[in-house]
């Protein structure tokens, strides 16, 4: 007896919805460009040391699309994991560092906007 495959429960959709329009302006922005993918671990000195938990859009794309994050916490969290992982390494008046600055600012101005409405 086959069983009816499960659908996926349409709120849960509706309910990430927000995040994956967020996560798509977030890729659309100029200064995006340092955290659209992995850090490449092995072209990038120190970063596998400093960095104990990489984290870039790309991955937390995937993750949202597997459904992996269960409440809005997880979101929010890996997305400010990007943000302080560039803080952390790059100097804050390097190219990265103020993309990161940028990218940040915007991030919370947009996610209280999100939830403002
Ligand atoms: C976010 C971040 N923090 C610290 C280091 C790198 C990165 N980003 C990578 C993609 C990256 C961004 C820019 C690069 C690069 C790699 O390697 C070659 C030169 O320019």
Not at 11 to 35: G, M, T
Not at 48 to 62: A, H, S, W
Not at 81 to 96: A, G, M, P, R, T
Request: aromatic share 12%; hydrophobic share 40%.
């Amino acid at each position: 007896v086959s069983c009816a495959k499960r659908a996926k429960t349409p709120n849960s959709e509706l309910l990430f919805l927000p995040f994956r329009v967020l996560l798509a302006e977030l890729e659309a922005h100029q200064d995006a460009w340092p955290f659209l993918s992995p850090v490449k671990l092995k072209s990038v000195p120190g970063y596998r040391k400093v960095i104990k938990k990489p984290m870039d859009f790309f991955t937390i794309k995937e993750k949202l699309i597997n459904n992996m994050y269960l409440n809005q916490e997880n979101f929010i969290i890996d997305v400010n994991l990007v943000f302080d992982n560039c803080q952390k390494f790059n100097e804050d008046d390097s190219e990265i560092g103020q993309a990161g600055h940028r990218m940040k600012r915007f991030f919370d101005k947009r996610w209280t906007e999100l939830l403002r409405k």
